[in-house]
């Protein structure tokens, strides 16, 4: 991994924590629907970060790092 995955990494990581304490935080507001709205809240968030994070690890490939993804290439040693 380069710099710029590393940081897609760091604030994907970030982001998650704070769609946990978000979604927890709605929750908390209503007690007997707890869950349901944990879910509700925290599901489409997760997904979009991690789809958003993928998109953004793969576009900040190197050179060397897309060789040796697409098959049937020889990867320099």
């Known amino acids: 991994m380069n710099r710029k995955q590393k940081i897609v990494v760091i604030v994907a990581d970030i982001l ?17 629907y707890m869950t349901p709205i944990f879910f509700k809240n925290f599901i489409p968030l997760v997904v979009m970060t991690l789809l958003l994070a993928r998109i953004l690890i793969k576009r900040f490939r190197t050179e060397g790092m897309e060789a040796r993804a697409k098959p049937g290439s020889i990867s320099p040693k």
């Open 16 to 32: 998650i924590f704070a769609e946990l304490f978000y979604s927890i935080m709605r929750g908390k507001s209503n007690p007997e």
